[in-house]
């Protein structure tokens, strides 16, 4: 049974100057013909009265074209209708298409969804364009439209490819171990390939996780009561995000702002003053939460004490008030919130720093999804290394294929397809 043609606005929600909307499917050219006349020469946009298919009422005058399968986005049979982009001109073009037999709307991401299974993009890919569909700074979207271009999925087929190479050599040791032509020590030579393979899936797996970049890195700032924590906050995010006083104790909870300073996306967190000497019950849930907060901070900001600052490998010393002459020796940064002295010095230092905490742009950068499959990659690796018997390595190499495999779509990943296209805007 052939699948429904779809059809969905691909553009920006109306109105708008022109909107496209576009169908996917196999009767996509009886749908164009139905509304605009005779099909137009492949890939050539032409200039079309679009009627009604069942009382010929003209509905738009718009550019139309065709694109016969498989060389297209989705790999079946498009068109596209570049129409203008009222609100009544869309409701009454779509209307047309619903009203043809086998036609219907379009789900959330089911055009990409159709690129997944015709073969036209892998997973890794079709991650990297919802990325890029998200992605609201430039160090996002250069990542999100490498990943989208293949980089990851590169990086994944060079990895398969050596393992076919590896599960070759012990074929080989299997079916010829008893003859002369065959290398006394492919054994080793096989170990030795396993380990450079299992190398690079260390290196990999040691690299910043990408969730770093999509969500915005996790930036804490603590202290104890009144050092200016909050004052830091609504400076650093432009904006009266937290609640400013004199008085000891005023933030009582985690306060959140997401910020993008020079290209890259932040979670500012201020937090309730570190002490232990507190008799306010609310309070001391406040420090509870502040001090869960460091242990998953990315960066710790501190405005406190030298001697009594968290053991956290990313912190920023931070020597706060300097418009009241603060000064604290060995401090990495001297800053007033409240007039701007020094901000910009430390929105430079965070800036080096953070740049060391996200996935560098000219490699892959993986997911929690892909990282928990090149985990069991290279354990399946180092279980093959340490066997014996050459028949437990070949599984564990069919083990290892899989675990790439899943990567990029190629087996069991029927569970998280919905949950992934399920992210995509209509018409994507």
Known sequence: ???????????????????????????????????????????????????????????????????PGPRTATGEDCAELHCHGGRAVIVAVSAALGAIDGCRPAEAGEFTRRAF??????????????????????????????????????????????????????????????????DAASAEKLRRFLS?????VETALAT??????????????????????????N???????????DIAGTTRDIIEAPVTLNGIAYIFTDTAGLREDSADAVEAIGINRAQQALVRADIVLWLGAAWDKPDHPALIDIAAKADLGADKAGADCVVSAKTGEGVEALISQLTKLAQTLLPPLDQPAW??????????????????QLGEDMLVVGEELRLARLALDQITGRS?????????????????
Not at 25 to 48: I, Y
Not at 167 to 181: G, K, N, R
């Open 367 to 384: 997911n929690a999804r892909q990282r928990g499959l090149l985990r069991a990659f290279a354990e399946a690796l180092g279980r093959a």
């Open 1 to 67: 049974m052939s699948p429904d043609t779809i059809f969905a606005v691909s553009s920006g929600a109306p109105p708008s100057a022109i909107s496209v909307i576009r169908i996917s499917g196999p009767h996509s050219g009886a749908a164009l013909t139905a509304l605009a006349g005779e099909l137009p020469e492949p890939r050539r946009a032409v200039l079309r009265s679009l009627k009604h298919p069942v009382d010929s009422h003209i509905l738009d005058s718009a550019l139309v074209l065709w694109f």
């Open 412 to 428: 069991h990943v029927e569970d998280m397809l919905d949950t992934l296209f399920g992210k995509f805007c209509i018409g994507k």
């Open 117 to 182: 299974a015709n073969g036209v993009m892998d997973l890794a890919e079709a991650e990297a364009l919802s990325d890029l569909l998200a992605a609201e700074t430039e160090r996002q979207r250069k990542q999100a439209l490498d990943q989208a271009g293949g980089l990851l999925s590169r990086q994944i087929e060079d990895w398969r490819q050596r393992l076919l190479q590896g599960s070759a050599l012990v074929e080989s040791e299997l079916d010829f171990s008893d003859e002369d032509d065959v």
């Open 196 to 200: 450079d393979l299992a190398s690079e």
């Open 208 to 233: 910043p996780p990408a969730e770093r970049l999509h969500d915005g890195l996790r930036v804490v700032i603590a202290g104890p009561p009144n050092a200016g924590k909050s004052t830091l906050l």
């Open 235 to 245: 400076r650093l995010v432009q904006r009266e995000a937290a609640i400013v006083t």
